[in-house]
C-alpha cells in the first residue's frame, strides 16, 4: 500500500496551470529527496523531477517540483493536451528498511 | 542511450515460479543500483525490489518478502527477479528502472506476468 497520498485527479484548461500534492511523513519525505514521474496511456513512466526541483535534460521548465517538511508539490503551467497523464511521487523510506515508495498516483486532464 | 529490456513474462498458474531478466545497455551497468517496479491493470506503481550497484543489500516490498528473489549478473549486464509461489494478485506488468540520485531514471517498456488457474 502506498505510503504517499496523492489526489485521485485534477484538471484544467489548456494553458493554465496545475498543482499536485504528495503527503508523506518524516521517514520518507521529510528526510529524503522526492521525485516525480509522468506516465502516459499505454507507456512506462518517465522521470520528471528528481532531488526535490530538478529536472533532467529534455524536461521543459514547465514542470516544477518543490518540497516543504512532510509534502511536496509538483506544479505544471501553460498546460497542454500532451500533459494528460498519470503523475507519481516517489521517494525512499526508511522506517523499517531501506524501501522505495510511491504516491497513489494523480491523473490530470486537459478540459 | 540508456536501454532496459525486459523479458520473462508470461501466463502462469498460482503458487509456480517465474524468472523475470532485463538486459541493460548504453550505460556501465556495475555502477549502478537497479529496481523492479510493478503495476497491476488500472492500478498505481508499486516498487517491489532493489538491489544496490554491486549486489550487496537487496531490499523488498513487504508483500514479496521470502518469495521473490532479485539478483544481478555483471559480466552479462542482466538484472533479474525470481518469483516463486506466485499468487493472482502479483499480477502485473513489472518495469525494470535505473538509480540515480535517489530517483529512478530510466525505465523499460515492461512485461506482463499473469498468474492466473
Known amino acids: 500500500q502506498s505510503v504517499l497520498t496523492q489526489p485521485p485527479s485534477v484538471s484544467a484548461a489548456p494553458g493554465q496551470k496545475v498543482t499536485i500534492s504528495c503527503s508523506g511523513s518524516s521517514s520518507n519525505i521529510g528526510n529524503n529527496h522526492v521525485s516525480w514521474y509522468q506516465q502516459l496511456p499505454g507507456a512506462a513512466p518517465k522521470l520528471l523531477i528528481y532531488?526535490?526541483?530538478k529536472r533532467p535534460s529534455g524536461i521543459p521548465d514547465r514542470f516544477s517540483g518543490s518540497k516543504s517538511g512532510t509534502s511536496a508539490t509538483l506544479g505544471i503551467t501553460g498546460l497542454q493536451a500532451g500533459d494528460e497523464a498519470d503523475y507519481y511521487c516517489?521517494?525512499?523510506?526508511?522506517?523499517?528498511?531501506?524501501?522505495?515508495?510511491f504516491g497513489t498516483g494523480t491523473k490530470v486532464t486537459v478540459l | 542511450q540508456v536501454q532496459l529490456v525486459e523479458s520473462g513474462g508470461g501466463v502462469v498458474q498460482p503458487g509456480r515460479s517465474l524468472r523475470l531478466s532485463c538486459v541493460a545497455s548504453g550505460f556501465t551497468f556495475s555502477s549502478y543500483g537497479m529496481h523492479w517496479v510493478r503495476q497491476a491493470p488500472g492500478k498505481g506503481l508499486e516498487w517491489v525490489a532493489v538491489?544496490?550497484?554491486?549486489?550487496?543489500?537487496?531490499y523488498y516490498v513487504d508483500s514479496v518478502k521470502g518469495r521473490f528473489t532479485i539478483s544481478r549478473d555483471q559480466s552479462k549486464n542482466t538484472l533479474y527477479l525470481q518469483m516463486n509461489s506466485l499468487r493472482v494478485e502479483d499480477t502485473a506488468v513489472y518495469y525494470c528502472a535505473r538509480d540515480e540520485q535517489e530517483a529512478i531514471d530510466y525505465w523499460g517498456q515492461g512485461t506482463l506476468v499473469t498468474v492466473s488457474s
Open positions: 516517489g521517494a525512499w523510506d526508511g522506517s523499517l528498511s531501506d524501501d522505495f515508495v
Open positions: 532531488g526535490n526541483y
Open positions: 538491489i544496490w550497484y554491486d549486489g550487496s543489500k537487496k
